[in-house]
């Protein structure tokens, strides 16, 4: 059981390049998100999703997009890179809402 | 808007004292409170979390206090190890109104020093 799994761990972008941050969990969870955090400034919501086939935005989606074609996966889509985009990426999956289980997280730079 | 507001940024306590970190929220609407241990390098744990039909939620050395009239909680560490040292996040979730995840606080930075 290896909870959720995110690839991969360390990337750097050159500005308007795209890239797909991967996401897997292998808990049979229905609920899945995509976080942010950037120094000092805690954990945004970027995008979630109640179960294959349904997403919705949080509070910062501009820049990303996500699809969830099966309960495991949930890529995070960025196109066009900016350096506004420069953060620690984290997935995290739930049963129910309230005990998210977070991934070790993708660290992106943007140059 | 901050929904969550975390103090201290940072906090340095002695071994074997106590770590007191408070968080303050808005939205009345929120039921579900956690914390988070996070650590370098590492996504954030669940640490503890309670809901707001309680004053006090105590598993080993961390608890949380509720403070519902005040829109407050707090997590209390006693008897701190230098193994605590880690950013914790306070959070709040409204469990009925979707599922648009946590909403967390900045942050505190906690050392504890030998």
């Known amino acids: 059981n290896a909870g959720v799994t995110q690839t991969p761990k360390f990337r750097i972008l050159k500005i308007g390049q795209s890239m797909t941050l991967q996401c897997t969990q292998d808990m049979n969870h229905n609920y899945m998100y995509w976080y942010r955090q950037d120094p000092g400034m805690g954990l945004k919501l970027i995008y979630y999703?109640?179960?294959?086939?349904?997403?919705d935005k949080g509070e910062v989606p501009n820049g990303y997009n996500v699809s969830r074609s099966t309960t495991e996966d949930f890529p995070l889509r960025l196109e066009l890179a900016a350096p506004s985009q420069t953060s620690v990426y984290f997935c995290a999956s739930s049963y129910y809402q309230e005990t998210q289980y977070f991934g070790p997280g993708t660290r992106l730079l943007v140059l | 808007q901050q929904q969550v507001k975390q103090s201290p940024q940072s906090l340095i306590v002695q071994k074997g004292g106590i770590s007191i970190i408070n968080c303050a929220y808005e939205n009345t609407a929120f039921d579900y409170f956690p914390w988070y241990q996070q650590f370098p390098g590492k996504g954030p744990a669940l640490l503890i979390a309670i809901r707001p039909d309680v004053s006090e939620k105590k598993e080993g050395r961390f608890t949380i206090s509720f403070n519902k009239s005040a829109k407050q909680f707090s997590l209390h560490i006693m008897d701190s190890q230098p193994g605590d040292s880690a950013t914790y996040f306070c959070?709040?979730?409204?469990?009925?109104?979707?599922?648009?995840?946590?909403?967390f606080g900045k942050g505190t930075h906690l050392i504890i020093q030998p």
């Open positions: 959070a709040a979730l409204f469990s009925g109104g979707g599922a648009d995840g946590l909403t």
């Open positions: 999703s109640v179960g294959a086939g349904i997403t």
